[in-house]
């Protein structure tokens, strides 16, 4: 195996000013192969990157709180098919938003919100920063995109707004993780980062995994303003408790502690049963997948690839970069990346700090941006390269 194009890709991306600093992990057979550890864990006051760096994960959190979800389905505590309301009443009269032009007509639930629809992001629910749409607007003047929200008013502002699609109806990547997350804690009278911490980091031997940096000499920083656009880059807070645990977005990790995870998919051990695992990182869209391609709605998994219980899976045609059917991944807002490829036992993860504003600024965009085009994919051809 040679990794030296992959180095030099991330040392470049460095030299010009678009990563801050890296650490990247690739795996073979549970294995170690190649281990990159490049640029500035801190920016402004220069110091270098270490391997044990925390990150914030942001969506790269998602898996793990699906994961969770799972133990407790595998125990018979939970189904797949219970209804949310059944868990988080608030949401038992919740409508539908159906978005006529520039305008919204409310329409009452065909079948009710269900765990499983949490799962696989056919809920209905989305995400007000991400593009555009009439529904999406609405959300944006709730403001339940914050992260500042106590538990509560989270939960209060989003069950009295619409939902974009009648459950089932349509893959709409948003705050289903979030909503997930506080169910289990309604289901067990614990907090996410104690169930977590329990049932996921504890097993796996992720001691550096949660909602909180334990270490702040250790974390890593973004640069002070976005390369492209020039703008303020602001991350969550990460160095006290939040004022809720965001199941979508509020974790932080190493990338050694994240790839125990990754393998812990992988291989069925330590986590799930390994018929879970799979069951976990298979697509769940089917028809939709292709049903929202004809509707021309925003697909965030990308060109040939489906979505199973909080992954990206590949359905075996299509995409952008190299692959193989089966495999799975997902990202993080500031820069942090994963892929699996169990026909090739291969694991890797990029982690960096740096969000693309573009992708919040004009979504539209943003994959055409500079280091929104290059980074994610730029990383799996190299990877893919390497193999021997």
Not at 103 to 109: K, T, Y
Not at 217 to 233: K, N, V, Y
Request: include cysteine.
């Amino acid at each position: 195996m040679d990794f030296s194009r992959l180095d030099a890709f991330l040392t470049r991306q460095v030299a010009e000013g678009l990563l801050p600093g890296y650490v990247a992990l690739v795996a073979r057979g549970g294995e170690v192969v190649y281990r990159g550890v490049g640029g500035y864990l801190d920016p402004v006051k220069g110091l270098p990157m270490q391997e044990d760096a925390l990150f914030r994960v942001y969506s790269m959190t998602k898996p793990w709180v699906s994961a969770l979800a799972l133990t407790f389905v595998e125990e018979g505590g939970l189904s797949l098919l219970d209804p949310v309301e059944r868990y988080l009443p608030v949401f038992a009269g919740v409508k539908v938003g159906r978005e006529v032009g520039e305008g919204v007509v409310l329409e009452p639930l065909r079948a009710p919100i269900t765990v499983y629809d949490l799962l696989r992001h056919t809920a209905g629910f989305t995400y007000g920063v991400f593009f555009r749409s009439p529904v999406k607007r609405l959300y944006l003047e709730a403001g339940v995109d914050r992260f500042d929200l106590s538990r509560e008013a989270f939960l209060e502002r989003l069950a009295a707004l619409p939902l974009r699609f009648q459950p089932g109806e349509a893959f709409e990547y948003g705050l289903s993780t979030d909503v997930l997350g506080h169910l289990l804690e309604a289901l067990t009278g614990k907090s996410l980062a104690e169930l977590l911490a329990k049932r996921v980091f504890a097993p796996l031997g992720m001691r550096d995994s949660g909602f909180l940096a334990q270490d702040l000499s250790r974390l890593a920083r973004p640069f002070l303003q976005d390369p492209e656009t020039g703008r303020s880059i602001r991350l969550i807070p990460v160095e006290a408790e939040p004022p809720r645990y965001a199941g979508g977005l509020g974790g932080v990790s190493t990338a050694l502690d994240y790839l125990q995870f990754l393998e812990a998919l992988r291989t069925g051990r330590g986590l799930l049963h390994p018929r879970l695992c799979r069951l976990m990182t298979q697509d769940h869209l089917g028809p939709l997948y292709e049903a929202g391609l004809r509707r021309g709605l925003e697909y965030t998994p990308g060109p040939g690839y489906g979505f199973g219980l909080g992954v990206a899976v590949r359905l075996g045609h299509g995409g952008l970069a190299p692959g193989s059917p089966g495999d799975f991944y997902w990202w993080g807002f500031a820069g942090t990346y994963f892929l699996v490829d169990p026909a090739l036992e291969l694991s890797a993860l990029l982690f960096t700090q740096a969000p693309n504003l573009l992708s919040l600024l004009e979504p539209e965009k943003a994959l055409h941006s500079r280091l929104g085009q290059r980074l994610g994919l730029a990383f799996r051809t190299l990877v893919y390269g390497a193999l021997s």
